[in-house]
T-cell receptor, first 112, second 115 residues
């Protein structure tokens, strides 16, 4: 069964550093998403991406965040200057219209 | 705004017990409703869904019925197994088709099933 692949599974970074979280969505999917889950809290929507542009973003997704689909296969989330409160599990998801979401296994980001 | 509320966990049951995890929602219009499951160390997997009132979603012995009158989508299973131990998330999608829009999640309920 096709999978959404996320790398790395765990990343530790120092506060103020830039991080890039990587995702490879399912190849024929058209819509891409990032969600995050702070430990013990809800899974929260960050951003959706379609046709090479952001289609919706949440209040969390401020100027420190950006997304990119640089080469037609990868879908990346960049955090420019990480803060302690960015520590969370980040999930990538993709869907094709009329089918459900497929989520990746997540990247656990720890900011120290 | 739209929101989903789940019962607090953890829920601890013995094998073969009956499971109910409550989920209620607040939304305008006619959202689609979902249950996702997260096994330890894995991503979120769709367990079941319902896209309109009175629909029943079912999968792997789990069921949930979309109740518009009570704005609920409670998850049930008649006889749980140790392998059902996981975190369960209720979610809604504002778009009636259930496709392409963002998901709004509840806080998750941890289920522990003991042999």
């Amino acid at each position: 069964e096709p999978e959404v692949t996320q790398t790395p599974s765990h990343q530790v970074t120092q506060m103020g550093q830039e991080v890039i979280l990587r995702c490879v969505p399912i190849s024929n999917h058209l819509y891409f998403y990032w969600y995050r889950q702070i430990l013990g809290q809800k899974v929260e929507f960050l951003v959706s991406f379609y046709n090479n542009e952001i289609s919706e973003k949440s209040e969390i997704f401020d100027d420190q965040f950006s997304v990119e689909r640089p080469d037609g296969s990868n879908f990346t989330l960049k955090i420019r200057s990480t803060k302690l409160e960015d520590s969370a599990m980040y999930f990538c998801a993709s869907i094709r219209a009329n089918y459900g979401y497929t989520f990746g296994s997540g990247t656990r980001l720890t900011v120290v | 705004g739209n929101s989903v509320t789940q019962m607090e966990g953890p829920v601890t049951l013995s094998e073969e017990a009956f499971l109910t995890i409550n989920c209620t929602y607040t939304a305008t219009g006619y959202p689609s409703l979902f249950w996702y499951v997260q096994y330890p160390g894995e991503g979120l997997q769709l367990l079941l869904k319902a896209t309109k009132a009175d629909d029943k979603g079912s999968n792997k012995g789990f069921e949930a019925t979309y109740r518009k009158e009570t704005t609920s989508f409670h998850l049930e299973k008649g006889s749980v197994q140790v392998s059902d131990s996981a975190v369960y998330f209720c979610a809604l999608n504002q778009r009636a088709s259930g496709n392409t829009g963002k998901l709004i999640f509840g806080q998750g309920t941890t289920l522990q099933v003991k042999p």
